[in-house]
């Protein structure tokens, strides 16, 4: 198979050198996207590498992380490559677990592959703390609205796709900036695709990073919860009806009205002075129990949903691939 790197770029100037030189005998074509770069990263990297082996793709505005990798997918698949790996331009991913990243995808065993520093628990101690909290968090929020439960580090951007399932994504409707990784697990999820975790350690040195923790803590909640939402309505209500749909139909109403009434009569009790009767506090009890024991038993039936099995090979043989994206 014909791999190709896409490598966005934005105040990476300092450190491309080094990050085209560690793909070089790796990959057949890198892609480096300038993204409005004020370094001018593109200009540095068409005026000193082989045209043969790079080709700089020039952003007029800022599109962001997720928009500048979009850019370099779809060229390197109009190009006829079929595994496009995206590699940052600041040097913290490690080109040695290349083979280790495309070897999944390659031998059919997943159609989406991201690395994982969160396995070796070794290697965490270069992480800085900030980043060890933030992104446990977001392994599990991303569970929630993505469907892979098995997934840790969703915001891990060393990642590799094979391009047939690329084109059933809905790409104009991705997320352009820093949650370009976790929407794209979200769209995973929806052509029910194969993703699998590759263990490596995150290489941390004077690189600056151009995210922000305050616009994130803003942005990220609402979106994953819009996104678990969409996964929700798609896997149990548009697209399938199964058991899973009727505890979740039957355990949120009677959680909420268990906790409804409870709350309600704790109330009318402490004003009135009056303790409530056995007969509330059962009526409030047990939907409050048997909605959380249903909410429970749909939690398990949706970790064992997860995908199990790659779709690369069947899609690849469709005429338009692209139709299986829907409206997701």
Known sequence: ???????????????????????AGRVDHVYVVDDACPEQTGKHVRTTRDRGFV?????ETNQGVGGAVISGYQHAAADGCEILVKVDGDGQMDPAYLPALIAPIAEGRAD????????????????????????????????????????????NGFTAIHA????????????R?????????????????????VPMPARYGDEVSN????????????????RFLKRIAYNYLLRGFNAGTVLLMAGLPLLAFGVGYG??????????GVPASSGVVMLAALPTIVGTQCL?????IDVGSAPREPIWMDVAALPDAGSLAGAS
């Not at 080709?55 to 952003?59: K, N």
């Open 1 to 23: 198979m014909r791999v190709a790197a896409v490598v966005p770029c934005f105040r990476v100037r300092n450190h491309i050198d080094t990050v085209l030189d560690g793909l």
């Open 55 to 59: 080709t700089v793709i020039e952003h």
């Open 112 to 155: 989406y592959a991201k690395g994982n520093r969160f396995f070796d628990l070794r290697t965490l101690s270069s992480m800085p703390t900030l980043r060890l909290i933030g992104n446990s968090a977001l392994s599990l929020v991303n569970k929630l609205a993505s469907g892979y439960w098995e997934i840790m580090d969703p915001t």
């Open 164 to 175: 047939a399932v690329l084109r059933c994504l809905p790409l104009q409707q991705i997320d």
């Open 177 to 197: 900036r820093y949650f370009f990784e976790s929407d794209m697990l979200f769209r995973l999820g929806c052509v029910r695709a194969k993703v699998v975790d």
């Open 211 to 226: 995210l922000r923790v305050r616009r994130v803590a803003g942005e990220f909640p609402g979106k994953y919860l819009q």
């Open 263 to 272: 709350i309600w009569h704790w109330w009318l009790a402490r004003a009135s």
């Open 296 to 300: 429970l038993s749909f939690l398990s």
